[in-house]
């Protein structure tokens, strides 16, 4: 779990340190609207099935991961819904459901060194699930996440289970 004399900032350098060998990341030093986002990370996967030759095609499958890592002092529940608010949004620009496409996940993560009862309740709560034409193109889910410096704690929603593995293997290496 995380050291609670690491700063925010050093969790986030471990965190992308661990995201850096699957996803593309862009960081962010100083944004317009006043969000606390520091990195966006991006994964994509093609996988496809066939037969003898590429053309006799079977299946193939697109999955994507779409990150938003935040860092704030004090979670509250206005920044914890602006800011997946906006996670989602800008994750659904992304995602182009066609043929082929299995699945996104749209996460928003928070790093911060307290988070408020609501804000803790709102992010194990949040249940945002979208399929494309009756999942033949796919669907969509929502994982929320929190690493939390005080108590040294990692909080999901059901959906994000698997991420907060993911967070404390890195959190712990």
């Known amino acids: 779990m995380p050291d609670q004399k690491q ?26 609207d006043d969000l606390p986002l520091m990195a966006h ?29 935040f860092s704030v002092p004090e979670l509250t529940k206005e920044i914890f819904e602006r800011c997946k608010d906006y996670a989602y949004e800008e994750g659904m620009k992304l995602i182009d459901p066609k043929p082929g496409h ?8 928070f790093i911060c060194d307290t988070c ?22 796919g669907w969509m889910n929502v994982h929320t996440a929190a690493v939390i410096r005080k ?5 999901t929603n059901r959906m ?9 293997n890195i959190l712990n290496s």
Not at 151 to 155: A, L, S, Y
Request: charged content about 35%; hydrophobic content about 35%.
């Open 7 to 32: 700063t925010r900032e050093e969790l986030l350098e471990r965190m992308l340190k661990g995201y850096q060998a699957y996803f593309d990341i862009e960081r962010y030093e100083e944004r317009e």
């Open 102 to 109: 299995m699945y996104s996940y749209i996460t928003p993560v």
């Open 160 to 168: 994000g289970r698997g991420n907060a593995k993911f967070m404390k």
């Open 116 to 137: 408020t009862k609501e804000a803790e309740k709102a992010l194990m709560r949040c249940r945002i699930y979208k399929s494309f034409h009756f999942s033949w193109y």
């Open 151 to 155: 108590g040294n704690r990692v909080i």
């Open 41 to 69: 990370c991006r994964f994509y996967v093609h996988s496809e099935k066939y037969v003898l030759v590429k053309k006799a095609k079977l299946w193939d499958a697109d999955s994507n991961e779409y990150v938003y890592i």
